[in-house]
């Protein structure tokens, strides 16, 4: 059974940080693009940002642009999203999945980021 496992969630005030992982599990490495999502109380899961198998791509939400950094260590077959200048509207739990060239499959449990004034 192929699924991704996140860890790092954690509480922290405003303008701090935390280090989200995700590492896939139930298989080899396959070189599928990543991503991180979330989901807000009383709201719908959004993207949050996405790394091709290289590293050399990136894509990032808006709203986390310029505090949050998307990477990937392959030969660990982890993805890590760093976030930074966190703000209590970053409070959510944070999911991964990977891109299989259709949709994002392969969902993980989340880990909760919680951020407080």
């Known amino acids: 059974q192929v699924q991704m496992v996140e860890s790092g969630g954690g509480l922290v005030q405003a303008g701090g940080s935390l280090r989200l992982s995700c590492a896939a599990s139930?298989?080899?490495?396959?070189?599928?693009?990543m991503g991180w999502f979330r989901q807000a109380p009383g709201k719908e899961r959004e993207f949050v940002a996405s790394i091709n198998w290289s590293g050399e791509r990136t894509y990032y939400q808006d709203s986390v642009k310029g505090r949050f950094t998307i990477s990937r260590d392959n030969t660990q077959n982890t993805v890590y999203l760093q976030m930074n200048s966190l703000k209590p509207e970053d409070t959510a739990v944070y999911y991964c999945?990977?891109?299989?060239?259709?949709?994002?499959?392969?969902w993980g449990q989340g880990t909760q980021g919680t951020v407080s004034s």
């Open positions: 999945a990977e891109d299989t060239g259709y949709e994002y499959e392969h």
């Open positions: 139930g298989r080899t490495f396959i070189p599928y693009t």
